[in-house]
């Protein structure tokens, strides 16, 4: 069953066609990375999945429901309930410590529950540093700590934009590595990003050029 | 954790770990506080304060006797007992008296007062020389001074010559079983002095006589002497003294004849003659008491004052024979609305005091303190505005300062609700610990104006903490409302669209 459907999906700004009649499928516990150069709709296309823009034209089916549709208060507790973000920034709460920012995704979700959110962070490899401020974190870390965060809640659906994009190799890897096994529980990722590398990591990846879909690419080589 | 927790959680830590920002909104509320409740500190001590500085204009109420019963020193004290003691500045008992002086042939207003209390019922007073400490000593108005030529030291006679308008004895319409009262000279020209009261048949009910004044253990037995004094009972006036010849003859019938103490037979017709003049006033000989006086000071007030001579009420008494006031003067510091209210209840008490306000004194007093209020809840009011913008502003950098971490925070799921309570909850607490700082310092803030501009302190109102403190929250919490819808209006896809 597909967790994710655009059908037919436009963004129109004005003149410019951001997406143009996009239909793609993405199932359920299935990773999926979208690629395309700069101004090709990645974005675009990752505001609508986030809940956090409309197209313009087509359907877009979340879980079964159509998101397109919905009102903007729906859209911020759907995101909420079924999506987990992650960010090229990161976009840590500056003044907040580790556990703390994990604890806010809690916070907004349902119940802040410490024990749990330290246990997160245990699983990205970070519970001795879950006292410290942003500042006092490296950008690996940081990162890590906003997959922490993105998976407290159980989403169906981790949508991570450009996540090892501020990263250097050693972090990308752990943070690949943290995709992996989400993976292998169940959890359907799609991964924004040009690097090559990262979406040679995912089971398939869909290329956009200039608001279409140009091709895609199954990874033969997934799991091996 | 409950939400609470980790919501109140979330607030200190962007107040502690962001201070820098927080401390200038925080500073603003506190010195919106401070001024808010300095100045309404100053503004429920300012009639108090000021109250004291109008005394100084003089006495605002005055006592008058009401209908034909004179003003006595117990009437006022009656009155004063309803005025609180911290209230009462001071009263002054006036006996006002046409004095002669023999060796000129002139005449002046003579009055007695309390010095004591002059002092502090007309503070504007200016003397020259002294008050009057010694008996015998007499201040002069300035004008009776210059008219004569007195000076401080200067001796004059004064003499009082006591007429049946001059207001001592009673009349005869005097309501029935009124005590009227009566004097005359007795042994060596000392004044005696008789009370008595009549039935409806306008007999003698009772008799009392003051004989202090004759010589002791002979003419003052007049007064103890009760064989001498049950004569008079039940008797009609005129009453005539066995052997001799009547006062009243050829007026009509002797109607009662008294036989005088053996030994005391001036005073015993002293006795008589009072209380035939109890009644019979118009026809009194005419009673001149005459003593020497030294000035003491000369007064000058640019008022009617300086062409008074003042004496002690015991000199004039002494003078006059009776113990009666024309008025009395008091200095109340409190508002006129309560001035008025004591006015009614004096009337109220119907023991023959009218009371009036000093019009011009409480008048102006009201309108400067009604000024005065005024501006200082214009200036209250100003600061709260200023305030309210000045955090106002504050708060708007921080949601611009801080549209990331909001558009993170929506991204994550944020409710409108949330973000807006979250910000709320910041400011209230600013709020709430500016209104505290600003309690303390607004009471040292009014502390310092009161003994500066008034020269006295003010005591704390515990009321003032929760006010203050309430007052700044709602300050704060309206001042953040334009920044909150700032902040709702974020678009959490921000986060998204790299630097």
């Known amino acids: 069953m597909a967790l994710l459907e655009l059908k037919n999906v436009s963004k129109i700004y004005g003149d410019l066609k951001a997406l143009n009649d996009v239909s793609i499928r993405v199932e359920k516990g299935e990773w999926v990375a979208i690629m395309g150069p700069s101004g090709s709709g990645k974005s675009t296309m990752m505001n609508i999945i986030g809940c956090m823009d409309k197209p313009s034209l087509g359907e877009v089916l979340l879980d079964g429901v159509d998101i397109s549709k919905e009102p903007q208060k729906k859209l911020t507790d759907i995101r909420r309930d079924k999506i987990g973000l992650i960010f090229q920034q990161f976009h840590m709460v500056t003044y907040l410590t580790a556990v703390e920012n994990v604890m806010v995704s809690q916070y907004y979700h349902s119940m802040p529950d410490e024990e749990e959110a330290l246990e997160a962070l245990e699983r990205v490899g970070l519970r001795e540093r879950a006292k410290h401020l942003p500042s006092q974190l ?82 033969e080589n997934f799991g091996k | ?83 609180p003691d911290s209230e009462l500045v001071g009263a002054t008992p006036y006996r006002y008296v046409r004095l002669d002086m023999p ?16 002092l502090k019922t007309s503070p504007y007073f200016s003397v020259e020389g002294a008050y009057p400490e010694n008996t015998r000593e007499i201040l002069v108005g300035k004008e009776i001074a210059e008219t004569i030529g007195l ?44 009370s008595i009261s009549l039935d409806e048949d306008e007999k003698i009910s009772s008799i009392e006589v003051d004989s202090s004044s004759q010589t002791p253990g002979i003419g003052s037995n007049v007064g103890t002497d009760q064989a001498f004094l049950d004569q008079f009972i039940g008797k009609s006036l005129p009453l005539r003294l066995s052997g001799t010849a009547s006062e009243e003859q050829g007026k009509g019938e002797d109607t009662g004849l008294i ?13 008589v003659d009072a209380v035939n003049r109890t009644v019979s006033a118009e026809n009194a000989v005419p009673v001149e008491n005459r003593e020497h006086f030294t000035v003491s000071g000369i007064l000058s007030t640019g008022g009617e004052e300086e062409s008074y001579i003042y004496m002690t009420l015991t000199d004039l008494g002494r003078l006059t024979g009776d113990e009666l006031l024309d008025v009395a003067e008091l200095s109340i510091s409190a508002p006129s609305d309560e001035l008025e209210t004591l006015c009614s209840s004096i009337t109220d008490l119907n023991i023959g005091v009218t009371p009036r306000l000093v019009k011009r004194v409480t008048r102006s007093e009201a309108s400067v303190l009604g000024k005065l209020q005024a501006l200082v809840f214009l200036v209250t009011v100003v600061v709260l505005l200023l305030t309210m913008i000045s955090v106002s502003t504050t708060m708007m950098a921080v949601v611009s300062e801080r549209r990331r971490e909001i558009g993170l925070r929506k991204a994550l799921g944020a409710s409108d609700r949330s973000i807006r309570s979250e910000f709320l909850g910041e400011g209230m607490f600013l709020g709430g610990l500016g209104g505290l700082m600003g309690a303390v ?11 500066n501009v008034f020269g006295s302190s003010i005591a704390f109102q515990p009321l003032l903490l929760p006010v203050t403190i309430i007052v700044s929250m709602a300050v704060a919490a309206a001042s953040c409302q334009l920044p909150i819808r700032r902040a709702v209006a974020i678009d959490p896809a921000i986060v998204l669209k790299g630097e």
């Open chain 2, 103 to 118: 060796s000129r042939q002139q005449s002046f207003t003579g009055a007695g007062t309390d010095f004591t209390q002059v």
């Open chain 2, 151 to 194: 000076k401080t030291g200067s001796s004059i006679e004064l003499s009082y010559k006591q007429t049946a308008d001059s207001g001592n004895t009673g009349s005869k319409g005097a309501e029935e079983g009124a005590l009227l009262s009566g004097s005359a000279e007795g042994f060596n020209k000392a004044i005696l002095k008789v």
């Open chain 2, 1 to 83: 954790m409950t939400r609470r927790k980790m919501f109140l959680r979330m607030i200190t830590a962007s107040l502690l770990r962001r201070r820098s920002r927080m401390l200038i909104a925080l500073l603003s509320i506190a010195v919106g506080a401070t001024i808010l409740s300095g100045l309404v500190t100053i503004y429920y001590d300012v009639p108090r304060q000021m109250g004291a500085q109008f005394r100084s204009y003089g006495a605002n109420m005055i006592l008058l006797p009401s209908g034909e019963t004179p003003l006595t020193w117990e009437k006022v004290q009656t009155v004063l007992d309803m005025v």
């Open chain 2, 441 to 451: 310092l607004g009471f040292v803030f009014a502390q310092v104006v009161s003994i």
């Open chain 1, 138 to 219: 490296s950008g690996g870390e940081q990162q890590r700590v906003c997959v922490a965060r993105a998976l407290i809640n159980h989403p169906e659906l981790i949508l991570a934009d450009e996540p090892t994009g501020n990263l250097d190799e050693t972090n990308e890897n752990i943070v690949l590595d943290l995709f992996r096994q989400l993976h292998n529980e169940g959890t359907t990722l799609i991964v924004v990003t040009h690097d090559p590398e990262v979406a040679e990591a995912a089971q398939r990846t869909i290329v956009l050029e200039h608001g279409r879909v140009a091709r895609e690419i199954i990874n």
């Open chain 2, 259 to 271: 036989d005088a103490v053996s030994g005391a037979t001036i005073s015993s017709q002293a006795v």
